[in-house]
């Protein structure tokens, strides 16, 4: 029997939606190595995180140490090791978020294990093989991890939300020894918003290099999400230009979206951008250039000067 061990994105205290869909990935790899799946809560003071983990999954380790309070890769690796020996997993799996992909190649090296990120499904009704998108979702590869243990970064567009499961499981402290840490945790500068969380949210709203200044990005795009109650993002080229913070860009380099609607103003539609909206359930596009990629793949598309149309919308909203 080889398990399956989920590991728990956690913020605030609280557990990140993207681990649900991390889940949803593990019961189907449980299904075909004939084992159970389990999951791992790391950090300090995270108890109430765990006990809601395991009503998702039948067995939860919690890891609590002040070492682990922040997630540092080199210290969380070791916790995720440790909890893969006592649960017997040949299979660990976690969200392909920033912090999934900053810790999990830590880890697949300390487990000598192969790793595929960024996966999207299985490639077939039996056995393991798995597929990820690779040259900016233009090709996607059938992968085959040979190696007894196998660690796995979960693309959390691709999969729906674990449902809870009938009886909350159960769980058990993990004692973990770190050995000694050569990164040392300073801080983190977080941008609050009111706005949803651009991976959660029901509808995006992106604003592109033909919003032609930064200052027209907060007349443009904001009071329109605003309406929609939306989130807000961005196409590299403005993030590049200092126009939005960072946080806010989506593509291959940014964040990885899939709302039900996604409304791009005045983006062009380059594929490090499609890459990461690509799985949008609706698309709208608002572009003066009826040549732009973007129309290529939108469902709605509006060839118009955004400075125009855009206000107009808002104000019909």
């Known amino acids: 029997m080889s398990n399956v061990l989920v ?3 956690i913020s605030h205290k609280a557990l990140k939606n993207a681990t649900f869909t991390a889940v949803t990935f593990a019961r189907e790899a449980a299904q075909r190595t004939g084992g159970q799946v389990h999951g791992l809560a ?3 003071g995270v108890a109430d995180a765990a006990r809601e983990f395991a009503t998702y999954v039948p067995t939860v380790h919690l890891a609590e140490s002040d070492q682990l309070a922040q997630p540092t890769a080199e210290a969380y690796a070791q916790a995720i090791v440790a909890a893969a020996k006592a649960a017997n997993a040949s299979v660990v799996v976690m969200a392909a ?3 999934g992909k900053d810790i999990m190649p ?3 090296a300390l487990l000598g294990a192969g790793m595929a990120s960024d996966v999207s499904g299985f490639a077939g009704p039996d056995g393991f093989l798995i597929r990820r998108a690779i040259q900016a979702g233009n090709v996607i590869a059938t992968v085959d991890i040979k190696t007894a243990t196998k660690v796995v970064t979960t693309r959390p567009t691709e999969f729906a939300p674990a449902a809870k499961l009938a009886a909350a499981g159960n769980v058990a402290p993990l004692a973990v020894t770190l050995t000694e840490l050569k990164t040392r945790y300073v801080s983190f500068e977080e941008v609050k918003s009111t706005r949803p969380e651009l991976t959660d949210a029901r509808v995006v709203v992106s604003g592109g290099r033909g919003l032609k200044e ?5 007349k443009i795009i ?3 999400a605003d309406k929609l109650g939306a989130a807000v993002g961005a196409s590299r080229a403005i993030v590049d230009a200092g126009w939005v913070p960072n946080d806010m860009q989506v593509g291959q380099t940014g964040k990885v979206v899939a709302p039900d609607l996604y409304i791009a103003v005045g983006i062009s539609g380059a594929i490090q951008h499609v890459a990461g909206m690509k799985g949008s359930k609706t698309i709208v596009a608002i572009n ?3 040549e732009a990629p973007i ?5 709605y598309g509006l060839v118009a000067d955004l400075f125009k149309v855009v206000p107009e919308l808002t104000s019909k909203l």
Do not use: M, S
Not at 214 to 218: E, I, L, T, V
């Open 7 to 9: 590991v728990a994105e």
């Open 42 to 44: 790391i950090g300090q």
């Open 97 to 99: 978020t920033f912090q």
């Open 106 to 108: 830590r880890a697949a």
């Open 214 to 218: 930064g200052a027209n990005y907060a």
């Open 222 to 224: 904001e009071p329109l």
């Open 288 to 290: 003066k250039d009826a």
């Open 295 to 299: 129309f290529q793949i939108a469902d």
